[in-house]
């Protein structure tokens, strides 16, 4: 039977090699990472708003092309959100062969936590883009002044402001994951 890198690690760490390995360094590259991420898609927002801004409503437009990219965002947003968890427990767990005796088990444990947030959060930008060049399109062809309908593609966007904020990293946050994943702390 093989052993998985989670039951290797549930073997040898403790909370307290993971409290001692959770640096305010760690803190601070994850949480400039969460921020940066965020404040891409809301500078792309914010750039959204300009071009609606300086552009006149325009009756005559085609929304075809509009109409076929909220759909493209629907169905992408809809497999992105649903693969994520997945992916995301798939890369925290990793696996036997990944684990090697002679690193740090709280330092690995806390690479692999920073890889699958970065991978989740990515993909949950991949929706907010998607969704934000849809509305992009809109803007810059006055088509969202007649079809305000369109907007709602911010959606994907509010949606990765909310999960960079409920998953912001913190040392309770981090502490609990290790909780949640081997039930020691």
């Known amino acids: 039977m093989a ?6 690690y549930h073997l040898n760490l403790t909370a307290t090699e993971v ?7 760690y803190l601070l590259k994850s949480q400039i990472i969460h921020l ?11 750039a959204a708003i300009f071009f609606y801004a300086q552009n006149e409503p ?18 992408y947003a809809f497999g992105t959100y649903s693969a994520a968890p ?3 427990k798939r890369q ?13 088990p709280a330092l690995m444990f806390l690479i692999r936590v920073r890889t699958a947030q970065i991978i989740r959060l990515a993909l949950f930008e991949g929706t907010a883009f998607l969704g934000l060049i849809v509305l992009m399109q809109g803007a810059i062809n006055g088509i969202l002044h007649v079809h305000p309908v369109y907007w709602w593609n911010v959606a994907s966007t509010a949606i990765l402001a909310g999960l960079i904020i409920l998953t912001f990293p913190t040392k309770a946050k981090i502490m609990q994951l290790f909780n ?4 020691q702390y």
């Not at 052993?3 to 290797?8: E, M």
């Not at 409290?19 to 360094?25: D, G, K």
Request: no cysteine; net charge negative.
């Open 3 to 8: 052993i998985s890198s989670g039951q290797l």
């Open 19 to 25: 409290e001692r390995a959770l640096t305010q360094e």
């Open 36 to 46: 940066a991420l965020l404040m891409g898609a809301l500078t792309f927002l914010t």
């Open 58 to 75: 325009n009756v005559g437009v085609d929304q075809s092309l509009l109409d076929t990219l909220s759909l493209v965002h629907v169905i």
């Open 86 to 88: 997945f992916i995301f």
């Open 92 to 104: 925290l767990a990793g696996s036997a062969k990944d684990a090697n005796p002679e690193e740090n």
């Open 180 to 183: 949640d994943r081997y039930g």
